[in-house]
Structures are given as C-alpha cells and as structure tokens.
C-alpha cells in the first residue's frame, strides 16, 4: 500500500516535471519565433530604406554625369575656339554631343566663350546619403542579410566613394589655383554682367579674352580638367554600377 503510494506519488512528480519542461520548450521555442520574426522585418525594413537611398544616389550619379559631361564639352569648345573658324556657336541643349566630333571647328563667339568658361569653373561633388546604410552597419542588422555577396558590397561602398572623392578633390583644387589666373584676363564682374544677361552692372575693365584663350597655360588647364573629369566619370561609372547591382540584391532579399 506504501510502495503504491510512493509509486503514484513519483509519477505525478515526473509528470509535473515532464509538463514544466515541455512548457519551457515551448516558450523558448516561441521566443524563438518570434525573434526570428523580428531579424526578418528588420532586415526588410532596412533594405526597404537602402533600395530608396541607393536609388537616389542613382539619381544623384545621374545629374552629376549631365554636368561633367557639359563641363568636358566646354573645355573642348575652348580648346577649338582657339584656332579655328568653322560656325559652331554654344548651344545648351545640344551639350551631349556638339563638340564630340566638330569641337576643334569651333567660332570665336564672346558671349559663347564667357559662357563656356564659366562652365568649366564647375565644381560639383557627389556627395550620396548614406544614413541608412551607415545605421545599418552601426546596428549590426546589415548582417541580418542572407546574401554575402549583398553584405561585402554594403561594406565597400563608401570606400568606393572616397575613390571618387579623391579624384574631385584634385579637380576643386586644379579650379582654385587657375581661378587668380583666369581673373587677371577676364575680371569676375565682367562675366557676372555677361552670364546674368546685364542684370550686373558691367565691369570698368576690358576682358582681354583672346589673350587667355592663345596662353599656354590655359590650354595647360584645359587639358589637366579634361584629364581630371574622365578620371571622374570613370570613378562615378564604377559607382553607378555597384548601386545598380546592390539594388538588385536587396530586392532578391525582400522576394
């Protein structure tokens, strides 16, 4: 009668042990469910956010190509103005492809030139939003991607963008150094008076442009910009390439 007792008494216990256990498995178990369910929506959340950011840089990437490509344009309009005589007067919304064969033709044209020359004083930078991407890396959830391929490129990518840094930081201080040059043939007043179509008052002092045009070291100018913005587009090509393909590795991580 004891020993039944007993008995009854270490089955009950074994199976309020047994229970316990099989509760905690099943609280881990849905603990881990939804952890995992929660690494998933951050992980959607950010490559939501990166997909937006990156597809700004694009666009970004976009514009600053419109503008290298005018500004390469115009040095090699003044690079022909120089010496030849062949009608190619400036014509803005033909920048993409005016000078790509005919540009040692061009027509000493004033306002042409002064239009051109202040284009090639140019000095725009990309400089891309990278906050969500920064946070993502700070946080750790850029490894909540499954892609390590996705991953590593997410990692490189500002180095990328110093690369290109570098480059348009050799053309900023090419511009500074020729600008005192550039200013004692042509006074800053006079071009203002010119590119705002009179609405500055024009300058007391004459603009001796043919004589910048025919100086040696401003074709010198012309050539180390020219040298500088391919170098560029090279850098922004390289860019514009990894964003598309980040872009398309994020998306696989939402399908």
Do not use: C
Request: glycine share 4%.
């Amino acid at each position: 009668m004891e020993q039944n007792k007993v008995r009854t008494y270490l089955l009950y216990a074994f199976g309020e042990i047994l229970l316990v256990m099989i509760g905690i498995l099943l609280a881990l178990q849905v603990n881990n469910w939804n952890e995992e369910r929660n690494k998933e929506a951050r992980a959607s959340q950010l490559a939501t956010s990166l997909i937006s950011e990156f597809n700004d840089n694009l666009n970004q990437l976009d514009n600053l190509f419109d503008i290298h490509n005018a500004t390469q344009n115009a040095s090699m309009y003044l690079l022909g103005v120089r010496e030849r005589n062949e009608n190619i007067s400036f014509d803005e919304s033909k920048l993409d492809n005016r000078w790509s064969k005919n540009y040692l033709n061009a027509e000493y044209v004033e306002k042409a030139v002064i239009d051109t020359l202040w284009r090639t004083g140019s000095m725009w930078t990309y400089d891309p939003v990278n906050g969500a991407l920064r946070s993502g890396i700070s946080s750790g959830d850029i490894n909540l991607f499954k892609n390590d391929s996705l991953k590593a490129k997410l990692f490189a990518w500002e180095d990328l963008v110093k690369d290109l840094d570098e480059e348009e930081t050799r053309l900023i201080n090419q511009e500074i150094e020729i600008t005192p040059f550039k200013d004692r043939f042509i006074p800053m007043m006079y071009m203002i008076h010119i590119i705002s179509n009179g609405q500055v008052p024009p300058s007391n002092f004459q603009p001796e442009i043919i004589e910048l045009l025919n100086h040696p070291d401003f074709e010198n100018y012309l050539m180390g910009k020219l040298s500088e913005i391919l170098n560029i587009k090279a850098e922004m090509r390289v860019l514009e390439d990894e964003a598309k393909q980040i872009i398309n590795l994020l998306q696989e991580e939402l399908d």
